[in-house]
């Protein structure tokens, strides 16, 4: 898939490493841990039959061409659901990550009700990566930006309001971890510089 799209380079494995470390910060049973990992890692699988031309469009997609991207899902579904040791949760993940809360995604229409959360959590992940990463028609967004876009979506009823909210503060104190990682600390019990010699 990703030889097929250089844009998406590493998206599936990005999306499945937020989602799993977005269903650990929320404490999901680790089952439906390995399921949104799994379905974050798959979720894009579909894309293998859009055609290239498509795919790296450098500009925004016709209606007709728009439709055509649409499929992914399904065909990802249809490629992945014959595998035993794939679960509902993930197949679920694969077919309805493009789903909204308020009814207008693809390609089922679910309404809110019928989204469970370790799909709502595949969503909001591959939304956040394709914000924050250049694609053929865009630049990567800072992370802020992609925050406030995120938060924006779900007051439109798009998104889950409190798994953008907890996804936005695993966001932020993993990047206060790599931050305090970062930092060169003196330990506090470093030896003194040796002093030079005379020879």
Known sequence: MEQKDSYTE?????VGMFSRSLAEHIGLKDELV????IGGLLHDVGKI?????????????????FEVIKRHPVAGWEICRHLRS???ATLHCIRNHHERLDGTGYPDKLPDSDIPITTRITTICDVFDALATARAYKPAFPTE???????EESERGWWDKELVEAFIEMMNERQLFRAI??????PLFARPP???SDA
């Open 181 to 186: 990682n970062r930092a060169k600390l003196k």
């Open 194 to 196: 040796a002093p030079p």
């Open 10 to 14: 590493g998206h599936g494995e990005r």
């Open 34 to 37: 390995h399921a949104v990992q």
């Open 86 to 88: 794939l679960g509902d």
């Open 145 to 151: 930006t992609c925050f406030k876009i995120l938060r």
């Open 49 to 65: 039959g859009i055609p290239d031309r498509i795919l790296n469009k450098p500009g925004p997609l016709t209606p007709d061409e």
